[in-house]
């Protein structure tokens, strides 16, 4: 399905520049080629330059030089249908014509050759070009079809221009959605099919070991990975729902305190706050929660201490701060990190924090990173 829809998208962006530059192509040809032969509005000024002086006629040379280089004749036809002036005209045009004869050839053609024609005083100006070298037919349009379709005629371009911008980016996203539902799909499979070993793995390694903490971070690895990539792609179905998020703080400490003994969490809540709640997939925030602890335990291996605070942040908003006394990082580091996520599936600074970024950005709330080299790291969070 997704070549079919990327054949169609790229068969229309060929087709729309295709038409485009035939069209500028010949509307080049049709204006330098129309411009070879004499028509109806150039006859005027050829007639201004056959003067006729007591039925002599005077002609500026380059009248004769316009009609030898289109291989043209000329002639005037008086009222009675007589020739008074001529200019290479072929021996099969006849020399009188009657009022019938040149109401046709004033339509159609003269034995064969396009001909246009000018009145003047002393009767029609007629040019003639060569048999073949223009197609001469009348073409008739109702006055009520005209006004209809300058009417109608905008609105049938706007019509054509929303359908041409619009039909390709319709085409482009069902081709994209179809692409990343794949890609989540494949991610999910594979996924699924490496908890299994893990699990496994994870059951048999001692606690505590280094064995086990890769394990973990396998494990947080392949969910940051599903979690991003439904993010990222749009594919993923979150429910809003009210969370406690000292109950969820709770819940992911204890977690934490009985998997790293290494390690050593506090927790600290301001009385007010106790049963402060947000509205947001559960699934997410706490995949957010988890990626800013685990920052800080995957960068201080030998151990830390990890402070969760949830304050007052004023106008009915509570400011999350999580702090350790690790290694911390660089100032450059820090100011990476407080940078928005770039267009790129790949993460500028592991999986975690870009997960982190993205669910506040889908919430509205607002991630900032500080640190003091050396000495701590601290992340806030303002909900």
Aim: contains cysteine.
């Amino acid at each position: 399905m997704k070549k079919i829809s990327g054949y169609l998208f790229s068969m229309l962006l060929v087709l729309t520049s295709l038409l485009i530059f035939d069209g500028v192509v010949i509307f080049f040809i049709c204006v330098q080629k129309q411009n070879e032969y004499l028509n109806t509005f150039h006859i005027e000024k050829v007639s201004d330059h056959i003067i006729n002086a007591d039925d002599h006629y005077q002609v500026e040379q380059s009248v004769y030089e316009l009609l030898d280089k289109t291989a043209s004749f000329a002639m005037i036809i008086n009222d009675s249908g007589n020739i008074v002036w001529e200019y290479n005209k072929p021996s099969d045009v006849p020399d009188i014509y009657s009022i019938k004869e040149v109401a046709s050839f004033t339509r159609w053609y003269l034995n064969g050759y396009p001909a246009y024609t000018w009145t003047r005083d002393d009767g029609i100006l007629v040019v003639g070009h060569p048999k073949n070298s223009i197609w001469k037919y009348d073409f008739e349009v109702n006055m009520e079809t005209l006004y209809g379709l300058f009417r109608v005629g905008p609105f049938l371009f706007m019509a054509n221009m929303l359908i041409l911008l619009l039909l390709p980016v319709l085409i482009t996203r069902k081709w994209i959605q179809a692409r990343e539902k794949a890609r989540t799909e494949w991610i999910a499979g594979v996924s699924h099919d490496i908890r299994t070993p893990l699990s496994i793995v994870m059951g048999s390694v001692e606690k505590g070991s280094i064995e086990e903490k890769q394990c973990f971070k396998i494990r947080d690895l392949i969910g940051n990975l599903n979690t991003e990539n439904k993010l990222e792609a749009g594919t993923g179905k979150w429910n809003d729902e009210k969370i406690n998020l000292t109950s969820l703080l709770r819940a992911i400490l204890c977690d934490y305190i009985n998997t790293y003994d290494d390690y050593s969490f506090e927790l600290q809540i301001d009385e007010e706050l106790e049963n402060y709640s947000i509205m947001a997939d559960s699934t997410l925030v706490r995949r957010m929660l988890e990626n800013i602890i685990i920052n800080s335990i995957a960068h201080n291996e030998k151990g830390c201490e990890i402070k969760v605070s949830l304050s007052d942040y004023g106008k009915g908003k509570a400011k999350l701060t999580i702090c350790d006394n690790g290694q911390g990082t660089n100032e450059q580091k820090i100011k990476a990190l407080n940078e928005k996520i770039k267009s790129t599936y790949l993460p500028e600074h592991g999986l975690g924090i870009r997960v982190v970024k993205q669910v506040a950005r889908r919430y509205g709330f607002k991630v900032m990173f500080s640190s003091v080299e050396g000495e701590s790291f601290l992340s806030e969070i303002v909900f």
